[in-house]
């Protein structure tokens, strides 16, 4: 039986409720049997009457317990698992529901059946990000915390330190856990609205970021003796054959591709990155969207490859203020003013065919 958390966890006592979060996963992943009680959920109309299969559903996606942060791993860890509604009516178990929960969740049903816990294990760091995308937590660093089991890594918990330090911490641990390049396909679509080209580090700055990247997935084909990357005090360290922008007159451009594939078709993600200056810096640009090619496109635009794999230090900070940006910054300056390209396809696309996510032209 599994019980609730608030009732297990002593939380004036800052140990053990750091032993508590790291430990979680495996809790509900070792219980017998977990039961989810919710309670703005009823099988009964107002008057005792059997709700209607409409009615069911509609109060069934509305719970609240869909929107916590802390309740994925509640829906995932267990071997088995029983709703129950406010009166205690059994619902039914997470395997009868599977098709309803995706629905609500954006969880596909192969994670939320028989074997889903072996199956969760498969799944990209990218896809495992989405489940928490459009999550919240009481506590913005708890949005980090809450998915420390789902890629089985520990680290301190911080309260005061801020979700996006605490969120950028899980993705360091996660970098020297798991071999997952999907970790850097992200997009910001909040920068779609601003006038000049956004830029940041290569690790996103929240999980919303990932909201979607749920059928990104390392390409089974990768190099990965070329593909290479760690932390250092530097910034993050990417090792990776660059493809040049050839139309760039501003700064020094280059296109990475992650080796991250869509298990919708057979596109490869990439990104644009610009040196900021002297010391070998780089940031991300154009972070509101994702190059996509296809493995021969790609190769054709390796002709203009460097001829080798050089290391690009990528310093993590927060996105640069909309009137601050480092003189490096990419802008297209046209009749005084300063404009974005927003629905024109950047040089190397033109050339290549490698061409933007859609998220950046909607």
């Not at 599977?98 to 969880?107: F, K, N, R, V």
């Not at 520990?154 to 360091?172: D, I």
């Not at 929240?206 to 530097?234: G, V």
């Not at 090792?239 to 490869?268: M, Y």
Request: overall charge positive.
């Amino acid at each position: 039986m599994g019980l609730d958390r608030h009732m297990l966890i002593d939380k004036k006592s800052s140990a053990e409720l750091s032993e508590a979060i790291n430990s979680m996963f495996q809790w509900y992943a070792k219980a017998t049997e977990c039961f989810v009680y919710l309670s703005d959920v009823s099988l009964r109309g107002p008057h005792g009457q059997q709700a209607s299969d409409e009615q069911f559903m509609a109060r069934f996606s509305a719970s609240a317990w869909y929107s916590r942060g802390w309740t994925v791993q509640e829906l995932l860890a267990p071997a088995q698992l029983t709703f129950y509604d406010a009166a205690w009516n059994e619902i039914g178990d997470r395997g009868d529901l599977a098709s309803m929960i995706s629905a609500i969740t954006g969880i596909r049903e192969q994670y939320l059946g028989i074997n889903g816990r072996k199956t969760i294990w498969k799944a990209s760091v990218a896809t495992k990000m989405s489940w928490v995308s459009r999550r919240q937590t009481s506590r913005s660093e708890d949005i980090a915390y809450c998915m420390l089991g789902l890629f089985d890594v520990n680290m301190p918990l911080l309260y005061g330190e801020g979700g996006t330090k605490a969120f950028l911490r899980l993705q360091t641990e996660i970098i020297s856990r798991w071999e997952d390049e999907s970790i850097f396909a992200w997009t910001n679509n909040r920068a779609l609205g601003l006038e000049v080209d956004n830029c940041s580090g290569l690790l996103a700055s929240e999980p919303s970021f990932f909201a979607d990247s749920e059928d990104y997935h390392p390409a089974p084909f990768r190099n990965q003796s070329a593909l290479r990357y760690w932390m250092t005090n530097r910034g993050l360290a990417f090792q990776i054959p660059s493809v040049e922008d050839p139309a760039e007159t501003v700064g020094s451009n280059v296109f990475l591709n992650l080796c991250v594939k869509r298990k919708c078709d057979n596109q490869l993600m990439g990104i644009k990155a610009r040196c900021r200056g002297a010391c070998n810096r780089w940031m991300r640009c154009q972070n509101h969207s994702l190059f996509t090619a296809t493995p021969k496109q790609w190769k054709q635009a390796e002709s203009r490859i460097r001829e080798q794999a050089q290391v690009l230090y990528f310093q993590q900070s927060e996105l640069y203020p909309k009137n601050n940006y480092p003189e490096t910054a990419h802008a297209i300056r046209r009749g005084g003013s300063l404009t974005r390209q927003r629905n024109e396809t950047p040089p190397i696309s033109r050339k290549f065919g490698i061409s933007r996510t859609k998220s950046e032209v909607e």
